[in-house]
């Protein structure tokens, strides 16, 4: 209505003046079913002026005006209209019919009727979408989402529009809410899978739609603003409510609000969303990987005749500080390049799922044998260093340092430690560098060394250390090589 007003002023049209002379005295609101809307103004006599779908409108014309008289309104007169409708609409525009007819009684003496109507014609505008949609779109179709229109445009309109932002190619199929009203169930989930387009549709169609969707398996997000969005809302998998122009009560049948109306933005959720996911993944992937080979390090000990290598502070040292810095940095790891060209996951799914559980299990057993074996080797030769019982704390060193390599490399599943940037998560080298100097200080540090009933390791005992820890990150790249060449089989 603010370009009508527009329109109006560019015309020449005085609003003011005409406010005065055609003030308004009732209104007949828009609604989803009659797809228009009228208001009655107060000129010499009561008129009725109608705005709503050329072609409803059109139904209700007995006449058009032509100059200053009305003439009948044929077959081919009303052909005229729609192939002119037609044209508007693919140019992307939303055409609105214009008509009127003169009341002869107060319109509050009897139910007003839309009907006998004078055709005056048609005014089309651009609701332009956002430029960044099309981005979006695209961005959509990568990730494996696939984006639906649901409009009360026409449906040439609607083709236009979808074809501007990649949503669907030229001669698409658009199905009408006239036409999804014939439509059986049966009929409707088989062309459900062909139709990215519903166009002319009420409120009340969503929902039918969002539960064919459902029927199909798929997982369904909705938008919507008004009352009568909220059945669709609550029926779909996240319902997404606009939050400047949406009402209360469909804001409070939706999982998520916009707070600004801008549909680029769930796409920047979604892809928040799978950050969030993958880095929950990874966070899971070296906690219980590394902590399972600890385990089985220490159970091992008593079943190889040797005593238990750490001490129970120790082993908090190692759930609190080497474990757990790492571990934190790794939840702020950024997206990968990839994030968004990757299908949707199940949402049914295991946290486990897609090997993460084999994952753990494998990972702990190559990390314990890994452990075990360097154990065995630094009890060989703990008497050529003086029978210091260093061993213990070449174990202890072990575990420790081979998690740093272990956290550095499980950021990404598919790219190689060497293919990544590694400025994009500063956190994690912080938190990598601070735990081996921590580490360090506790084997060299006399006072540290006391609490934590540690023995000083000499410059060959530690590189033991050092070669045996960096065989864990070694096992996980190797993994991802074998990974990759698999794939490409």
Not at 245 to 265: C, P, Q, R, Y
Request: with cysteine; aromatic share 8%.
């Amino acid at each position: 209505e603010g370009a009508l007003l527009v329109l109006g002023a560019k015309a020449g049209l005085n609003l003011s003046l005409t406010k005065q002379e055609f003030p308004r005295i009732a209104e007949i609101p828009f609604s989803s079913q009659r797809k228009r809307m009228s208001v009655i103004c107060q000129g010499v006599n009561p008129v009725l002026f109608t705005k709503g779908s050329p072609e409803l409108i059109l139904e209700q014309c007995l006449s058009y005006q032509s100059g200053l008289e009305s003439l009948p309104f044929g077959d081919r007169e009303k052909e005229k209209v729609l192939v002119a409708n037609n044209a508007m609409a693919n140019r992307g525009l939303r055409v609105l019919g214009l008509a009127y007819k003169n009341l002869i009684y107060p319109p509050e003496s009897t139910e007003i009727s839309e009907d006998a109507l004078i055709w005056l014609g048609m005014v089309g505008m651009i609701d332009a979408a956002r430029p960044e949609v099309q981005i979006a779109v695209a961005r959509c179709r990568e990730a494996g989402i696939r984006p639906i229109m649901i409009t009360g445009d026409h449906q040439l309109t609607a083709l236009a529009v979808a074809k501007s932002l990649g949503i669907a190619q030229a001669g698409a199929l658009v199905i009408s809410g006239r036409e999804l009203d014939k439509l059986s169930p049966i009929q409707l989930e088989t062309l459900i899978d062909k139709t990215n387009i519903y166009a002319r549709v009420s409120p009340e169609h969503k929902l039918t739609i969002v539960r064919a969707l459902q029927k199909k398996g798929k997982f369904v997000a909705m938008t919507g603003d008004g009352v009568n969005d909220a059945p669709a809302l609550k029926q779909a998998d996240i319902g997404i409510a606009m939050g400047i122009a949406g009402t209360d009560v469909t804001k409070e049948a939706s999982d998520m609000i916009l707070l600004d109306d801008n549909f680029a933005t769930i796409v920047a959720a979604t892809e928040e969303g799978r950050v969030v996911y993958n880095n929950i993944r990874s966070f899971i992937k070296y906690i219980l990987g590394s902590n399972i080979g600890e385990v089985i390090t220490i159970a091992a000990s008593p079943l190889l005749g040797l005593v238990t290598p750490l001490t129970p502070l120790q082993i908090l040292w190692m759930n609190l500080v080497t474990d757990g810095l790492p571990a934190l940095a790794l939840a702020v790891e950024p997206a990968s390049p990839n994030i968004m060209r990757r299908p949707p996951f199940s949402p049914q799914e295991s946290i486990f799922a897609r090997g993460l559980g084999s994952y753990i299990v494998r990972i702990g057993i190559i990390f314990s044998i890994i452990n075990i074996t360097q154990m065995l080797i630094a009890v060989r030769l703990d008497p050529l260093f003086g029978n210091t019982g260093s061993w213990k704390t070449m174990v202890f060193t072990t575990l420790c340092l081979a998690q740093m390599g272990h956290a550095i490399s499980v950021r990404s599943s598919d790219h190689l430690t060497i293919e990544m940037n590694p400025l994009t998560n500063p956190y994690l080298w912080v938190a990598v560098t601070l735990t081996t100097i921590f580490q360090l200080m506790l084997i060299y540090v006399p006072a540290l060394r006391d609490f934590f009933g540690t023995q000083f390791l000499t410059k060959e005992e530690l590189l033991i250390c050092l070669g045996f820890s960096t065989l864990l990150f070694v096992w996980v790249e190797l993994e991802k090589l074998f990974t990759r060449w698999y794939h490409r089989r």
